[in-house]
C-alpha cells in the first residue's frame, strides 16, 4: 500500500477510536423518552464528523434517532423521526463501529493476497491460529462462541489423529490396545443442533418483538433440561455462580471444563444490527475511502425503518462451518499450545495445572496411541509389486503375505518394528525406510536375499515338523509332571492342616517371648534406684519365671481354646507392666527428691550472695551519685506524681483486681527490691513474680501516659505494637476477664506480624507508609525480645530487662497472638533474623538460674 492509502487506513481506526468515546444521556427535553450526545463526547462527535466528511449535526441524529419512511407517501413518502433510548443508541453506535473496522479488515485481507504473486495453485501451506478455551469470572457469549469453537477443533482433532488411526488398527486386527477418549459431539449438538441448540433458541429469541435474556436463558433449559452438557447455576462448584439465578444463566459441561455462562448481554451481542439511514449516511458520506469500503454489488435495500437483523452467532456457524470444511480437505498437523502457569511468568512449570490441560486437550491418549501404534504402512499386493521383478519363478508364485513375512525374516527385521494386518503390512516410524533401502541395494546383496527368504521357506516347513514332534513329547511329560504334582498337593495340604490345628500355640508363645523385652527393661530401670532395687529385681525375677512356666504350659497343652491362651495372656501383660509402672514411678520420685534437695542447697547460697549485694548496695547509696540521681527523679517525676496519684486513686480497686494473685505480694516492693531480687534470687516463681510486676506497673504507668497523650493533637502512641494487639487487648477488657495465667511458663513462643504504619501531615491527615515486620519472643507469658523491621529504616532490636519501656507490655494471653493464624513461627525462623541484625545472645531466665 502506498502512503496515501496507509493514511486513509489510520484515519479509518482513528474513526472507530473516537466513535467508541461517544456516550449518550437521556434528553429531558424530548417527552418522547429520547437520548442526546454527552456534552463531554462532543468533541469526539466532531472529530468522527470530520474524518469521515459528514455534517455534525446529520450524524448526531442518525446516532439518536432512526428514520422511518412511509410506504404510501408520494415518491418519497412521509419522513418520521423516531428517537433512541440510550441503550438503543448505544448499540446503533456499536453495530457501526463494527461495521467500519469489518470493512477494514476485509480491505486489508484483500490488499495482502493481491500483493502474493501467483494466479492459481493447487498446493498451499496454511497456518490457522485460534483462540485457546476461555473461562472467566463473568462469561459471556464472546466465550461462549470461542469455546464452541474450540470445541469443533477438538472433535476434528479427535476424529483425525485417533478414531480413524484406530479403527483402521481394528479393521486389520492388529490386537493394538484400544485408547479411549472423550467423544464430544453430544455438547456440539446441545449448542448447534436445529430447533433446540443454544444457537437456534437464541435466534428465535432476538427475532421476537421484545427479546428478555431471562426467556432465552429458561428456554434452553426448557428444550435441553435432561441433557448430561448442561447444567444449572446453583449446581456450580464456585459460589459466585451459585448466587446466579436459573434463569440468568447456564453452565455448559466442555471438554475442557464447566463454564457458566451469564446470558444478559446474549441477545446485544449476537445483534450487528444497523438501521437503514446510519447505513445510507454512511454511503453518503465525503470520505471516498470509508465510502468504498462500504461499496456493494448487493443493491436489494432494508425494509424501511427497521433494523437489518443479522445474526452473529449464525454468520459464526457458517464461517466456522466452512473452516472445517476446508480442514478436512488438507494434511493437517495439530501444535497444542500448553500454559506453562497462571502467574505468566518465564521459567515456570506448574505440573498440576500443565497435566490438567494435556488431559483436557487429549494429548495423553494421543501419546499412549503414538507409543503403540504403527504410522508407515502399505498393502501386501503393493509391496510384493515392488520387488517381484527381482524374484526368481519359484518365489514369485508365493502368496503376497507369505512372501512378506518371508522376506521380513530374512532381513532380520526386529518383530517389534513391525506387525502384519489383514490387508496391510504396518512398520514403526522410521523403518520402513530402512526396510527400502536394504531392498534397493546392489544385485549381488539382493540376490543373496532371495535365497536367504527360500531358504527360511525351507527351515518354516522343517521347523513345523519339528515342533509336532516336539509338542508330543511336551504332552507325555506334562501328564507325568501332573501326577507328581498331586502328591506335593497332597503333602502341603496335610502341612496346612496341621498348622491349621497348632497355630494358636504357636502365636501364643510367640507373643509371649517378646514380653521378655519388657520383662528386661524393668531389670535395667531397678539398677537406676538407690532404695527399693532389690525388691524392684526380685519382682522382675519372679515375672521371668512366671513367663518361662506359661511358655512351657502352652507348649504341653493341646487342644486348648483361643480364648484361654488370650485370657492368661492378657493376665501376664497387666503384671508386666504394673510393674514397669512401678519402677518407673519409683524413679520418678526419686528424681523428684534429689531436685528438692539441689534446690534447697542453692536457694541457701542465693540468700547469701543476695544479702552480701543488699550490704554493698546500702554502702553505694550513700554516695554522691546516688544523690544526685534521686534530685533529679525527685524533681523530674513532681508534676507526674500528683496526676499519677489521682488516675491511680481511681483505679486502685481494677489494680488490685488484675495483681496477679501468688505466692509472693510484690505491690509494695520497691523497684530496686524487684530487680535484686531478679538478679539474685534461683526461685523460679519469685523470679516470674519480680517479673510479672515489672510489667503490671509497667502498664499502668503506660495507660495513665496513653490517657493524657489523648488530649495532646501531636502526641505519638506509646505502645509499640501492631495495631491488631491494641484491638485484642481492647477485646479482652470488654469481656471482664478479671484474671490471668500467672503459673510459672517456661516455654519459649516466637511470633511474626505485619506493621503497618502512617505518617501525619500538617493538616492533621495521615498517610500510610510502606508496612513493616514485628517480631517478638515470649519467655512464658511476658515478652523477652522484640524486633521491628521497616523498609528503607535500620531495624529496632530490643530486649527485655534493659528496653522495657518500649517493648509490649501485655500479657500472652491478652495479645491473642496464640489465636492468630499464621502468627507463631519457629525458633530457628527467629534467631536466623535476630543473629542477622546483630542481636545480642538471650538466654531464658530458667537457664540462666542453673535449671
Not at 148 to 174: A, M, S, T, V
Not at 432 to 457: C, G, N, S, T
Not at 631 to 659: G, P, T, Y
Request: hydrophobic residues 35%; proline residues 3%; glycine residues 4%.
Amino acid at each position: 500500500m502506498d502512503t496515501h492509502v496507509r493514511q486513509q487506513v489510520y484515519s479509518t481506526i482513528a474513526t472507530v477510536l473516537h466513535l467508541g468515546n461517544i456516550e449518550f444521556e437521556d434528553d429531558p427535553d424530548d417527552n418522547r423518552g429520547g437520548c442526546r450526545v454527552t456534552d463531554d463526547s462532543e468533541e469526539s462527535l466532531q472529530v468522527v464528523a470530520s474524518l469521515m466528511g459528514l455534517d455534525a449535526d446529520e450524524l448526531r441524529r442518525s446516532l439518536t434517532a432512526s428514520v422511518m419512511q412511509a410506504a404510501k407517501g408520494g415518491y418519497k413518502g412521509t419522513v418520521i423521526m423516531v428517537p433512541l433510548k440510550v441503550h438503543e443508541a448505544t448499540n446503533a453506535r456499536d453495530a457501526l463501529a463494527k461495521a467500519i473496522y469489518s470493512s477494514l479488515f476485509d480491505f486489508i485481507v484483500k490488499q495482502i493476497n493481491d500483493s502474493i504473486p501467483f494466479e492459481q495453485s493447487s498446493y498451499y501451506i496454511g497456518v490457522l491460529d485460534i483462540a485457546g478455551f476461555e473461562y472467566f469470572t463473568v462469561n459471556s457469549f464472546e466465550q461462549f462462541c470461542i469455546n464452541y469453537c474450540n470445541e469443533k477443533l477438538q472433535q476434528f482433532f479427535n476424529q483425525r489423529i485417533l478414531k480413524d488411526e484406530q479403527e483402521l488398527y481394528e479393521r486389520e486386527g492388529l490386537g493394538v490396545k484400544r485408547i479411549s477418549f472423550v467423544d464430544n459431539q453430544d455438547c456440539i449438538d446441545l449448542i448447534e443442533a436445529k430447533g433446540n441448540g443454544i444457537f437456534s433458541l437464541l435466534d428465535e429469541e432476538s427475532k421476537l418483538p421484545k427479546p428478555s435474556p431471562q426467556h432465552f436463558a429458561s428456554a434452553v433449559h426448557e428444550h435441553n433440561g435432561s441433557h448430561f452438557r448442561l447444567a444449572l447455576p446453583r449446581k456450580s462448584k464456585l459460589r459466585e455462580h451459585r448466587e446466579i439465578r436459573d434463569d440468568d444463566g447456564f453452565i455448559i459441561r466442555h471438554f475442557a471444563g464447566a463454564v457458566c455462562y451469564q446470558t444478559a448481554q446474549f441477545i446485544e451481542k449476537n445483534n450487528d444490527a444497523l438501521h437503514a439511514s446510519l447505513a445510507a449516511l454512511v454511503q453518503e458520506c465525503q470520505n471516498a475511502f470509508t465510502q468504498s469500503l462500504f461499496a456493494t454489488g448487493d443493491k436489494k435495500s432494508a425494509p424501511k425503518g427497521k433494523l437489518t437483523f443479522i445474526s452473529v452467532g449464525s454468520k459464526f456457524q457458517t464461517q466456522l462451518a466452512s473452516l472445517m470444511e476446508k480442514l478436512e480437505s488438507t494434511g493437517t498437523s495439530f501444535i497444542r499450545c500448553i500454559k506453562p502457569n497462571v502467574k505468566m511468568v518465564a521459567r515456570t512449570f506448574e505440573g498440576g495445572s500443565i497435566l490438567s490441560q494435556l488431559q483436557c486437550a487429549g494429548m495423553t491418549s494421543v501419546l499412549e496411541l503414538m507409543q503403540q501404534g504403527y504410522p508407515s504402512r502399505t498393502q501386501f499386493s503393493e509391496l510384493y509389486s515392488m520387488y517381484k521383478k527381482y524374484m526368481p519363478p519359484k518365489l514369485a508364485r508365493l502368496d503376497p503375505r507369505l512372501f512378506c513375512k518371508a522376506l521380513f525374516k530374512a532381513l532380520g527385521l526386529d518383530d517389534n518394528d513391525f506387525k502384519f494386518g489383514l490387508t496391510k503390512v504396518f512398520f514403526r516410524p522410521g523403518k520402513f525406510a530402512e526396510f527400502d533401502q536394504m531392498m534397493k541395494a546392489d544385485p549381488k546383496h539382493l540376490q543373496r536375499l532371495i535365497e536367504k527368504v527360500y531358504h527360511w521357506i525351507l527351515c518354516s516347513q522343517w521347523k513345523k515338523a519339528q515342533w509336532g514332534a516336539l509338542s508330543v513329547i511336551k504332552l507325555k511329560n506334562k501328564i507325568i509332571y501332573r501326577r507328581e504334582a498331586l502328591v506335593v498337593i497332597q503333602k502341603y495340604a496335610r502341612m496346612h492342616l496341621a498348622k491349621k490345628r497348632h497355630a494358636p500355640r504357636f502365636k501364643a508363645i510367640k507373643r509371649l517371648r517378646k514380653l521378655v523385652e519388657q520383662i528386661t527393661q524393668i531389670e535395667k530401670m531397678s539398677q537406676n534406684l538407690t532404695k527399693d532395687q532389690a525388691a524392684v529385681k526380685q519382682n522382675a525375677q519372679e515375672l521371668n519365671k512366671e513367663l518361662q512356666a506359661e511358655i512351657g504350659w502352652v507348649r504341653a497343652t493341646f487342644p486348648v481354646k483361643t480364648s484361654v491362651l488370650d485370657a492368661r495372656y492378657q493376665l501376664l501383660v497387666d503384671k508386666i507392666y504394673g510393674a514397669i509402672d512401678s519402677a518407673q514411678n519409683k524413679i520418678k520420685d526419686q528424681k523428684i527428691a534429689e531436685e528438692q534437695e539441689r534446690m534447697k542447697k542453692l536457694q541457701r547460697e542465693m540468700e547469701a550472695e543476695k544479702q552480701r549485694k543488699v550490704d554493698e548496695e546500702k554502702r553505694r547509696a550513700q554516695t554522691e551519685q546516688e544523690k544526685k540521681l534521686k534530685a533529679e527523679m525527685e524533681a523530674k517525676r513532681k508534676v507526674e506524681d500528683a496526676a499519677m496519684q489521682r488516675k491511680l486513686a481511681d483505679k486502685a480497686e481494677k489494680v488490685n483486681e488484675e495483681a496477679p494473685t501468688q505466692k509472693f505480694d510484690l505491690s509494695k516492693w520497691k523497684y530496686i527490691e524487684i530487680r535484686d531480687s531478679m538478679n539474685t534470687s534461683c526461685d523460679i516463681e519469685l523470679l516470674y513474680a519480680c517479673r510479672t510486676e515489672i510489667f503490671r506497673r509497667l502498664r499502668v504507668y503506660r495507660e495513665w501516659k496513653y490517657d493524657n497523650a489523648k488530649t495532646s493533637p501531636g502526641s505519638k502512641k506509646i505502645y509499640h505494637v501492631p495495631p491488631c494487639i491494641l484491638e485484642e487487648v481492647e477485646k479482652f477488657k470488654q469481656a471482664n476477664i478479671s484474671t490471668l495465667d500467672q503459673t510459672v511458663n517456661t516455654t519459649q513462643r516466637y511470633f511474626r506480624l505485619d506493621f503497618p504504619r502512617h505518617v501525619e501531615n500538617s493538616n492533621g491527615s495521615s498517610e500510610p507508609l510502606e508496612p513493616g515486620r514485628w517480631y517478638a519472643h515470649f519467655d512464658g507469658n511476658w515478652i523477652a525480645r522484640q524486633m521491628e523491621v521497616f523498609p528503607d529504616e535500620n531495624p529496632t532490636l530490643l530486649m527485655a530487662g534493659k528496653d522495657d519501656n518500649r517493648m509490649c507490655g501485655f500479657h500472652l494471653e491478652e495479645t491473642g497472638l496464640t489465636r492468630q493464624k499464621g502468627a507463631e513461627i519457629l525458633q530457628k525462623s527467629f534467631e536466623k533474623r535476630w543473629a542477622k541484625y546483630g542481636g545480642p545472645l538471650y538466654t531464658p531466665i530458667y537457664h540462666r538460674k542453673g535449671k
